[in-house]
């Protein structure tokens, strides 16, 4: 190994280990997934991405972390909620500290949906990837301005943005799966 080569601290390794693991097994649960898959409505109400004036506009950006009950999400709500939070957040943590939330265009359709969180998971992965433990315990080191990031440590913000990945790609493998038992 170089003296400059970047070693990843030993309590960031999990981290990675575990999306790295969760971000595969999500692209794989993807293959297949049709445009009218990725826009089902499983209920009546629900959060989705609609075209507004030509302009794809989710219903909401995100969510409190709450436990009232929220109306459910279109995969295609969830794909451009992780997508564009990976994203935004890589740009604050190794960008040019500029995306505002709703900058980003989120995707209407399946190709352009997957593409979309593959952006935003790798961004942040390889940002995360360069990170020293000193980084690690650096309050506000996420520079991401909405949420938490400025008040607490890195460490804290990637164990957040883990528990998203996991939350939502559970969401969307569980309406791929109700969408398929629709049809049988």
């Known amino acids: 190994m170089t003296a400059d ?16 693991y969760f971000a595969g097994v ?3 649960r993807l293959d297949g997934l049709t445009d009218e898959e990725f826009l089902w409505e499983p209920a009546d109400r629900v959060l989705t991405v609609r075209l507004e004036d030509g302009r794809p506009k989710p219903d909401a950006l995100g969510m409190e972390p709450t436990g009232d009950a929220n109306p459910p999400r279109t995969i295609a709500w ?10 935004e957040r890589a740009d604050y943590l190794v960008g040019e500290h500029r995306l505002q ?18 952006e935003g998971l790798d ?14 315990d650096t309050v506000g080191r ?7 990031d400025p008040e607490l ?5 990637v164990w957040w943005v883990n528990k998203e990945l996991i939350y939502h790609a559970s969401e969307i493998w569980l309406l791929r ?4 038992a629709r049809v049988r």
Do not use: K
Not at 123 to 132: D, F
Not at 142 to 148: H, R, V
């Open 177 to 180: 799966d109700l969408y398929e």
């Open 26 to 28: 999500l692209f794989d």
């Open 78 to 87: 969830s794909i451009g909620h992780l997508g564009a939070g990976t994203w």
């Open 153 to 157: 440590p890195l460490i804290e913000i």
């Open 123 to 136: 961004r942040w992965r390889s940002g995360l990837s360069t990170m020293t433990d000193a980084d690690l």
């Open 5 to 20: 080569a970047h070693v990843i601290p030993a309590r960031l390794a999990p981290f990675l280990a575990q999306w790295d």
């Open 101 to 118: 939330p709703g900058e980003l265009t989120w995707p209407m359709t399946a190709a352009e949906g997957i593409g979309f969180l593959r």
């Open 142 to 148: 996420s520079a991401f301005p909405w949420g938490l």
